[in-house]
């Protein structure tokens, strides 16, 4: 089979597109033919040697955290799943991943794809709606009734915190460029700040529930962000490489969240997407023989929302 993999650490140019062995599913494990995989930004930092020590891999290596695809073969003591199911999943971090003809998965990580759109699109979900669901309810506890703020609204993760918190009965601020405020508001946001011209804390004049953080600051934004959540609120930052400030006095915490692979919570968002109530956005189509050329992209902050990654048919 065709798959991109890395040999060693370094730029985008170590990604090389090849042939490998097929893998065969042990116990527990089926194996997926792929419609598509995304590209996450941590696929670089993985790429780049930055994430060796919280997530180890074996050289060579296969990226593609998410998965999209049909199920090809079943390895032993698999229940609940069969040859032909289509699925959606969020792949182990240290495992080899999606960007290649078939992938192994366990079967635990994986949901029933959604129906309402086409297979190779459902790879643009796992990972990042997952960020956004446990980011809003795991962590900021996020209720009908309360305001939140989406500090970064027009990636891909804020795409779906967006919807997620409006679904949710909540007042959505958020914050976007130009480039990205009709998709932030198309999303359902209340209220669009234009963080390239106004401040935070000039625009936000009522104090809000829960701060979610998803874009790259400086830790002096950051820290400001402490002083538009109400007493008792929380502020949950996704920029792991920045703590998330909090405020004892006040009783605001923050935390810093790192998405984990959930497939009862990823089929929620399944049904809400096949219920017309989240929309998944895909804003490039790429096949996986071009992976290393969007990697080359994407370390020159020249990929703009969700990208998907086709392997070609075989």
């Given at each position: 089979m065709?798959?991109?993999?890395?040999?060693?650490?370094g730029d985008?140019?170590?990604?090389?597109?090849?042939?490998?062995e097929q893998?065969?599913?042990?116990?527990g494990?089926?194996?997926?033919r792929?419609?598509?995989?995304?590209?996450?930004?941590?696929?670089?930092?993985?790429?780049?040697?930055f994430?060796?020590?919280?997530?180890?891999?074996?050289?060579p290596h296969t990226?593609?955290?998410?998965?999209a695809g049909?199920?090809?073969?079943?390895?032993?003591?698999?229940d609940?799943?069969?040859?032909?199911?289509e699925?959606?999943g969020?792949?182990?971090?240290d495992?080899?991943?999606?960007?290649?003809?078939?992938v192994l998965?366990?079967?635990e990580?994986?949901?029933?794809?959604?129906?309402?759109?086409p297979?190779a699109?459902?790879?643009?979900?796992?990972v990042?709606?997952?960020?956004?669901?446990q980011?809003?309810?795991?962590h900021?506890?996020?209720?009908?009734?309360?305001?939140v703020?989406?500090?970064?609204?027009?990636?891909?993760v804020?795409?779906?915190?967006?919807?997620?918190a409006?679904n949710?009965?909540?007042h959505?601020i958020?914050?976007?460029?130009?480039?990205?405020?009709?998709?932030?508001?198309?999303?359902?946001?209340?209220?669009?700040?234009?963080?390239?011209t106004?401040?935070l804390?000039?625009?936000?004049?009522?104090p809000?529930?829960?701060?979610?953080?998803l874009?790259?600051?400086?830790?002096?934004e950051?820290?400001?962000?402490?002083?538009?959540?109400?007493?008792?609120?929380?502020?949950?930052n996704?920029?792991?490489?920045?703590?998330a400030?909090?405020?004892?006095?006040r009783?605001v915490?923050?935390?810093?969240?790192?998405?984990?692979?959930?497939a009862?919570q990823?089929?929620?968002?399944v049904?809400?997407?096949?219920?017309?109530?989240?929309?998944?956005?895909?804003?490039?189509?790429?096949p996986l023989?071009?992976?290393p050329a969007?990697h080359a992209?994407a370390a020159q902050?020249?990929?703009?929302?969700?990208?998907?990654?086709?392997?070609?048919?075989?």
């Open positions: 065709k798959a991109v993999r890395f040999h060693e650490y985008p140019g170590v990604l090389r597109y090849e042939d490998v893998p065969v599913p042990g116990a494990e089926v194996r997926v792929v419609a598509a995989t995304s590209f996450n930004s941590v696929d670089g930092n993985i790429r780049g040697g994430m060796q020590g919280p997530i180890p891999v074996v050289l990226p593609g955290i998410d998965v049909t199920v090809d073969a079943l390895g032993a003591s698999v609940g799943l069969d040859v032909g199911d699925v959606v969020f792949l182990p971090m495992g080899d991943g999606a960007a290649a003809q078939y998965a366990p079967a990580v994986l949901a029933p794809a959604p129906k309402s759109v297979l699109d459902a790879a643009a979900l796992p990042v709606g997952l960020t956004a669901y980011a809003l309810f795991d900021g506890k996020l209720t009908s009734g309360q305001r703020l989406i500090n970064g609204a027009g990636g891909a804020g795409g779906y915190a967006v919807q997620l409006k949710a009965g909540a959505v958020a914050t976007a460029s130009p480039r990205s405020s009709e998709a932030v508001t198309s999303n359902g946001a209340d209220e669009v700040i234009d963080h390239t106004t401040s804390t000039a625009a936000v004049t009522e809000v529930d829960v701060a979610l953080n874009a790259p600051v400086d830790p002096a950051l820290a400001a962000l402490l002083a538009l959540v109400r007493p008792g609120g929380v502020v949950v996704t920029t792991v490489w920045m703590p400030p909090s405020d004892e006095e009783g915490r923050g935390i810093d969240l790192f998405v984990r692979s959930d009862d990823l089929a929620q968002l049904a809400l997407v096949d219920r017309g109530e989240l929309r998944i956005d895909v804003a490039e189509r790429v023989a071009e992976l969007l992209r902050g020249a990929v703009h929302g969700k990208a998907i990654v086709v392997p070609s048919a075989g």
